[in-house]
């Protein structure tokens, strides 16, 4: 057994990927595991990640047959960790030298605490800034950090117990969006979540897939619906799935505004079925009396109402200038 499983799944992650594992193998905590995927990379991803396999014994290669995305790596990853903790790092980001050291002190010393958030850094070619946390705490309890995560006052970078990861694996239920569920059922598990002084350094630049506009955007919709599913099937408290629902109501609002505004994305047709389909889903009952006052997010019980309010909700921000 190693201490820390880090998992590392990477597509033609060629130009920063020698980068990020320098970071792992020169950790000042030496007990670990690296599992890296290559999700049927095209560039020179394959070749160097077979050199660090051979320079260091603690670095495993797995390869998918086809690219499938990052959560499908991950699970492969999971599968063959033997770390007492997990954690994973993105191909082009890396780690300060004893950031697995700091998390594994933490989790060490409070048995209660299943997650441990490293201190998130954001960098480019040209400067470095810390992740704008909305939150003065350092410890929260599960369904805090759960609550936490939904608009991301905290962050989703973190190091847990490898029980978690065995018991919720990466949701592959769409490409983008659904591995945050991964994380925030982690949270929501995991007794409390601290933070600790190790730090995640994340690059960015221009061609993250999240910041692209596509159809693929209308995932979250789709994320949502399996998150939703799986805190019914563990017969979560009212309160969380409360909690969800709403979430659920604002994002679904947000989506159905984003289309109008590209409608290129996706046809008529197909974006009402799909807006419907989650409408539909939504546990209303559950929704906070309070949005049947807030115009744009009005519960109407009939679609058709709830989505012409929605075009003149959009059509009011745009001829404000909003």
């Not at 990020?20 to 000042?28: E, I, P, Y």
């Not at 998918?64 to 960790?81: F, L, P, T």
């Not at 979250?220 to 709403?246: G, H, P």
């Amino acid at each position: 057994m190693s201490r820390v499983t880090v998992l590392v799944a990477a597509y033609n992650a060629q130009k920063y990927l020698g980068e990020c594992l320098d970071s792992l193998t020169a950790q000042t905590i030496r007990d670990i595991q690296i599992v890296c995927i290559d999700d049927a990379s095209t560039d020179s991803t394959s070749d160097i990640l077979s050199g660090y396999a051979r320079a260091d014994s603690r670095v495993t290669v797995l390869r998918c047959a086809v690219n499938s995305g990052q959560a499908v790596a991950r699970n492969m990853g999971i599968e063959v960790a033997d770390g007492d903790y997990i954690t994973m790092v993105d191909a082009d980001d890396r780690l300060s030298a004893d950031a697995l050291e700091q998390a594994v002190k933490v989790l060490d010393a409070n048995p209660d605490t299943g997650s441990v958030l490293l201190s998130l850094v954001y960098f480019d070619n040209e400067s470095c800034r810390p992740y704008p946390m909305r939150t003065s705490k350092s410890v929260w309890s599960g369904q805090e950090a759960f609550e936490l995560s939904l608009d991301w006052s905290i962050h989703g970078l973190y190091v847990s117990r490898i029980e978690l990861f065995r018991r919720y694996p990466y949701d592959t239920s769409c490409r983008l969006f659904s591995d945050d569920n991964t994380t925030r059922m982690h949270f929501l598990n995991s007794g409390t979540v601290r933070l600790c002084d190790g730090i995640y350094y994340y690059r960015q630049h221009g061609g993250s897939m999240t910041n692209s506009m596509s159809a693929l955007r209308l995932d979250l919709l789709e994320a949502n619906t399996s998150m939703a599913r799986q805190l019914r099937e563990e017969n979560q408290d009212r309160s969380v799935l409360a909690i969800f629902e709403k979430e659920r109501w604002v994002n679904l609002t947000g989506i159905c505004g984003l289309w109008l505004r590209n409608k290129e994305i996706l046809d008529r047709e197909k974006a009402m079925e799909r807006f419907r389909k989650v409408w539909k889903d939504i546990d209303r009952s559950l929704l906070p009396a309070s949005l049947k006052f807030k115009f744009g997010y009005i519960p109407f019980h009939f679609f058709g109402l709830y989505f012409l309010q929605i075009e003149f909700y959009f059509l009011l921000r745009r001829l404000l200038g909003k």
